[in-house]
């Protein structure tokens, strides 16, 4: 393995590098130099968001993607959530063929048991003049998170104003993310690199149908279901599974098993 690996962790929708767990950390002690970028309108207030589009986005993974890559001999490309979908999208704009792919809970279908009947209406609500801007979609329980006690402690920092997630996000950037995802519906097919799928079984936001179309459409693609963890796996009961899935891959060592507290 070359000493000069890098890699891009793009985090998801309203969140920071809390979303990726330990995986910055993980490794950086395997030897590999991880880099985060933060997305427009994240790490300041949710209202932010609602001027920010899924080019502006993708437009700052590329630039991260260009300024990063050419430093390293081995350069792979991780995300989570959202993340993932702008990981996708990114391969797909630069032929990415320096390293590997990890999408880590890509939504490309928003379907899981969580969503509402009536999700699909918010397609309707977007041709509102305004009103996408002003509607707030809540993060609320169970915060894409099984296990009891990382819930309890997620849930202490959303009520003492936490800055590591949003606790809402715009519809409008809602609308965003769906146009995300149909891009990379479109675009999945010309990714050619070695890609990792990671899906929760019981993710509540997106179903395996996500995990299944990707095994479908790329030509180079493993994929992991994990059995014990909702949408936010970096940080859930699996989450060492999700890390050493994530080290295997990239052809490192697994970290030593450690017990997982409040596993439910």
Same mark, same amino acid.
């Given at each position: 393995?070359?000493?000069?690996?890098?890699?891009?962790?793009?985090?998801?929708?309203?969140?920071?590098?809390?979303?990726?767990?330990?995986?910055? /950390?993980?490794?950086?002690?395997?030897?590999?130099? @991880?880099?985060?970028?933060?997305?427009?309108?994240?790490?300041?207030?949710?209202?932010?968001?609602?001027?920010?589009?899924?080019?502006?986005?993708?437009?700052?993974?590329?630039?991260?993607?260009?300024?990063?890559?050419?430093?390293?001999?081995?350069?792979?490309?991780?995300?989570?959530?959202?993340?993932?979908?702008?990981?996708?999208?990114?391969?797909?704009?630069?032929?990415?063929?320096? #390293?590997?792919?990890?999408?880590?809970? =890509?939504?490309?279908?928003?379907?899981?048991?969580? @969503?509402?009947?009536?999700?699909?209406?918010?397609?309707?609500?977007?041709?509102? =003049?305004?009103?996408?801007?002003?509607? /707030?979609?809540?993060?609320?329980?169970?915060?894409?998170?099984? &296990?009891?006690?990382?819930?309890?402690?997620? /849930?202490?920092?959303?009520?003492? #104003?936490?800055?590591?997630?949003?606790?809402?996000?715009?519809?409008?950037?809602?609308?965003?993310?769906?146009?995300?995802?149909?891009?990379?519906?479109?675009?999945?097919? &010309?990714?050619?690199? =070695?890609?990792?799928?990671?899906?929760?079984?019981?993710?509540?936001?997106? +179903?395996? /149908?996500?995990?299944?179309?990707?095994?479908? +459409?790329? @030509?180079?693609?493993?994929?992991?279901?994990?059995?014990?963890?909702?949408?936010?796996?970096?940080?859930? &009961?699996?989450?060492?599974?999700?890390?050493?899935?994530?080290?295997?891959?990239? #052809?490192?060592? =697994?970290?030593?098993?450690?017990?997982?507290?409040?596993?439910?």
């Amino acid at each position: 393995m070359s000493a000069r690996t890098g890699a891009l962790l793009i985090h998801g929708l309203g969140g920071t590098q809390f979303d990726l767990g330990s995986l910055h /950390k993980v490794l950086q002690r395997a030897g590999v130099a @991880t880099h985060a970028v933060t997305l427009p309108g994240h790490g300041t207030q949710p209202e932010d968001l609602v001027s920010v589009s899924a080019d502006d986005w993708l437009d700052a993974v590329v630039a991260s993607y260009h300024e990063l890559a050419a430093q390293y001999e081995v350069f792979h490309v991780l995300g989570m959530c959202m993340g993932s979908l702008l990981a996708l999208a990114l391969c797909d704009r630069v032929q990415h063929s320096k #390293g590997k792919l990890v999408t880590l809970a =890509p939504p490309i279908f928003i379907d899981g048991w969580s @969503t509402p009947w009536y999700r699909q209406l918010r397609h309707l609500v977007y041709w509102i =003049p305004g009103l996408p801007g002003r509607m /707030k979609v809540e993060e609320g329980e169970p915060f894409g998170i099984k &296990n009891s006690t990382v819930r309890a402690i997620v /849930k202490a920092k959303f009520a003492r #104003g936490d800055n590591f997630h949003y606790r809402w996000v715009p519809l409008a950037c809602v609308r965003q993310v769906d146009r995300l995802r149909r891009r990379v519906r479109a675009g999945a097919r &010309n990714i050619a690199c =070695p890609t990792l799928v990671v899906h929760a079984r019981e993710d509540e936001l997106t +179903s395996l /149908k996500s995990a299944e179309f990707l095994q479908a +459409s790329l @030509t180079d693609v493993r994929v992991v279901v994990l059995e014990n963890s909702y949408h936010m796996i970096c940080v859930d &009961n699996d989450r060492e599974q999700v890390v050493n899935s994530v080290l295997e891959f990239f #052809g490192y060592p =697994p970290v030593p098993p450690r017990r997982v507290r409040g596993a439910d």
